[in-house]
């Protein structure tokens, strides 16, 4: 258990509002990373982070924002949500060149 | 750019046989391979990994996987399987990083286990 909680678990919203999905880790990693997985696709990065305010882009960061105001807390913002951001999220850390995963967040725009 | 193969979307197999899910990957430096297991409706639980040593690596709940260098693959094995084995497993890579950094993670798409009884 690499003390990853994410909330909300599941979450329903319409069409055009923001959404912020969070991320929180209890061990001080350094390095998060936000995931979206889709029916097959697997798992496709969204956004990293290596330290308080340091995060990059991943491959599907188009329509997200992340920020990392502190060490165990790293957001993920939909702007203005649309239908094909419906997906299930999954945050994880990296701990010894390893990634752990969160349990996830089922995201429903409606 | 790196990627990963799962070369079967679906097995299906009966109750106590052996299993082989296929994972080949392609990157022009070294890599760490990663096979994580998701059961339905939950998150990814890390089955094993290879990071360097013995090309055999051995994982939780009776899976192992070799890693071959000359044919890029990182095949998952278990000699018998269960029904408790059904789930979707995915083959990861990720580059060594640089200057310190954590390289990222690339997935391959999955591949569902369907044990039979």
């Known amino acids: 258990d690499a003390g990853i909680t994410q909330s909300p678990r599941h979450k329903v919203t319409e069409t055009g509002t923001p959404v912020t999905l969070r991320c929180h880790q209890t061990?001080?990693?350094?390095?998060m990373y936000w995931y979206r997985q889709d029916p097959g696709h697997g798992l496709r990065l969204i956004h990293y982070?290596?330290?308080?305010?340091?995060?990059d882009k991943g491959e599907v960061s188009d329509g997200y924002s992340v920020s990392r105001s502190k060490t165990e807390d790293f957001l993920l913002t939909l702007e203005s949500a649309t239908s094909s951001q419906t997906s299930v999220y999954f945050c994880?850390?990296?701990?010894?060149?390893?990634?752990?995963f969160g349990p996830g967040t089922r995201l429903l725009v409606l | 750019a790196q990627s990963v193969t799962q070369l079967d979307s679906q097995v299906p197999v009966f109750e106590e046989a052996p299993v082989e899910l296929r994972c080949n990957y392609s990157s022009s430096v070294s890599v760490y391979l990663f096979w994580y297991v998701q059961y339905p409706n939950q998150g990814l639980q890390l089955l094993l990994k290879?990071?360097?040593?013995?090309?055999l690596v051995k994982g939780i709940n009776g899976f192992e996987a070799e890693f071959n260098k000359s044919q890029t693959s990182f095949h998952l094995r278990k000699p018998s399987v269960h029904i408790s084995d059904t789930a979707e497993y995915f083959c990861?890579?990720?580059?060594?990083?640089?200057?310190?950094?954590?390289?990222?993670?690339?997935f391959g798409k999955g591949t569902k286990l369907s044990v039979k009884p």
């Open positions: 982070s290596y330290g308080v305010k340091d995060t």
């Open positions: 990861a890579v990720s580059d060594l990083g640089y200057g310190g950094s954590q390289g990222n993670l690339i």
């Open positions: 061990e001080n990693h350094r390095y």
């Open positions: 290879y990071l360097s040593g013995s090309t």
């Open positions: 994880a850390i990296s701990s010894s060149e390893t990634q752990y």
